[in-house]
């Protein structure tokens, strides 16, 4: 047995010093941010996403593909303004991070966002006997966890640290400043179970390719691999499924957060295939929402990069 390849081990080890240096480059920019109004660095923001757009050549070309692929019908013009779009949404998300335990309180929530068909929702968090909360990269997805914890609900957000341990510390501690609690998603397997058991709910951000061994469901006209666990979390437990997003308003910190569906478990009861089913609906709402404003999706995500196998191909 071979110790891994030369790729697979340079992955594995970092630079500790160029992480390092890379957090306190970070920290600096906080500093400096802090110096501007919100509506000053939302601005600041939308310029970078548009050069990120002009000389990420990859991630622009991967953003193009993704978009004509998922609205064939759409003219290169409005495939363009959407990418670039999505770019400076992905630009003011980072902003929208450092900023949110700044300015959002429990006493002046209203002043940055709102909720739409969110009351069901809201008795059911109430009621403690647990929930699954799936949401998307889209726009600002990290003020919703956010603001749950703020209202005292108990919810446990699986996330995917960051490569560099410093700047995952610091960012997590940001997210977790309100009351979630941010649990790694390498690992959470053995911990969802017992979570869901206190009638606590787990969040997720269900929208990344899940590799050859996820379930294959329809995702903007195509197949697109989608991780079991959440389905099999829901049907093994019983509990209900809530799909939602926040949605910016023009380029101000200001969020519409909406619930487009709530999934039963009476509602698989009776399928040939409960795990498919629950899958591809929470997906179809994902895409739903999705649909509302295309411009605030991260496209450049590799979110149709495993096929099924009746396709045999890969997606680069």
Partial sequence: MNGGSPKQKSKRQRNTAADWLGYMLLRIA???FSLFSIETNLRFACFLGRMLWRFYHRGRLRAIENLRASFPEKDDAWIIQTGKRSFEHLAMLAVDVLYTPRLVRKSNWRLYSRFKNAERAKWMLQEGKG????????????????????FGFNIYSVARPLDN???SRYI????????????????????MGKIVSSGASLGFIADQDAGRK????????????TYKSIGLLAITYNLPIVVGCSRRVDNRFFFEIEINRIILPGEWKDKDDPLLWVTAEYTKAIEQFIREDP???WWLHRRWRHRPKEEQTTIA
């Fill in 30 to 32: 906080v500093v400096f």
């Fill in 131 to 150: 929930l699954i909360l799936i949401t998307a990269h889209y726009s600002n997805f990290e003020i919703m966890g956010y603001m749950m914890g703020l």
């Fill in 214 to 225: 996820g379930i294959f469901v329809d995702f903007f006209g195509r197949k697109a691999s």
């Fill in 172 to 191: 997590y501690g940001v997210r977790q400043q309100a009351g979630q609690t941010i649990i790694d998603k390498k690992g959470a397997a053995e911990m």
């Fill in 165 to 167: 341990k410093f700047i």
């Fill in 295 to 297: 411009a605030q999706y």
